[in-house]
């Protein structure tokens, strides 16, 4: 039976990113439907975002497009070029490789949710934005760099490492 | 500006299938929001049915992964197994080469849409459930077949082909 049972899918809450980026992510929650229906080529879940909490850092990848769709509330899409506010039925997409880094935020006093599909690439890179991070995935395991590729050990801001920010850092 | 302006994206109507078969897709129409945003590893679609329009001949994908959420109105999922209601926010999902043939219906007295997402296999195949026919897409494009391969040259059902029909083939 291919309906799926959302409240049945398997749910992640916070991050896999280091800390302090990992704190960042509270209020978070996603519903893994894609992984719990069997697919394997790309990716579905509905992330749910509280009042507040954002999806993840800014961020671009370097393999994988991206869509999403808003599906209930408002949500903030952060970009290079400024911020777009989002409701439900609102369509966003990312070409694979171009260096813009993007994010949802929710800015609303109410909760949130979008859909977000993705390409499973076997080996993958994403480069966020507004900090000097960048993630490795290979093989399912994920390794963090700066974006110099050397290894990451700590939180480093662009300015500090002579990466000019682009964009609302907000 | 990765939010997709929805109204821009290009509209598709009927089908490729030859007849009768398209002239069975009356009422369908289409909406390539992936295309139109440049995504090339996944198609991503709206698609609305008008009061009693199919979304496609019953069928399923060798290579491709598929996923589906009802947007509006009321849709009905016919399975080889049978039928299930699926209402705004139901979703649904198909491994590649799993052999259970599928399709939406509108059976309702009102418009209905869902979003579709498929992968984008280079070389494709996809069998048709209550008739005899098959799809093979190669370089983008395609061919018909009868189910044992060789060339379509009109409506066949399957009793007269000697292949026991599955399911609901209303």
């Known amino acids: 039976m291919p309906k799926i049972d959302i409240n049945a899918a398997p749910?992640?809450?916070?991050?896999?990113?280091?800390?302090?980026?990992?704190?960042?992510?509270a209020g978070r929650r996603s519903q893994r439907l894609g992984e719990h229906a069997g697919l394997t080529q790309f990716g579905v879940n509905i992330v749910h975002l509280e009042a507040g909490a954002p999806a993840s850092l800014r961020h671009w990848h370097l393999r994988e497009d991206e869509f999403a769709m808003v599906l209930t509330g408002e949500l903030v899409l952060v970009e290079d070029a400024g911020e777009t506010v989002m409701r439900a039925g609102d369509c966003a997409a990312w070409q694979a490789g171009v260096p813009d880094a993007?994010?949802?935020?929710n800015r609303s006093q109410a909760p949130a949710s979008f859909l977000i599909v993705g390409s499973k690439a076997e080996e993958e890179e994403a480069t966020y934005g507004d900090v000097d991070m960048k993630?490795?995935?290979?093989?399912?395991?994920?390794?963090?760099?700066?974006?110099?590729?050397s290894d990451w050990s700590g939180?480093?801001?662009?300015a500090a490492s002579g990466i000019a920010p682009k964009g609302d850092s907000k």
Chains 1, 2 share one sequence.
């Open 135 to 149: 993630i490795h995935i290979s093989g399912g395991k994920a390794r963090f760099t700066y974006h110099d590729g």
């Open 102 to 105: 993007h994010r949802f935020i």
């Open 155 to 158: 939180p480093r801001d662009l």
């Open 11 to 25: 749910v992640k809450t916070g991050s896999i990113y280091p800390e302090p980026y990992n704190g960042q992510m």
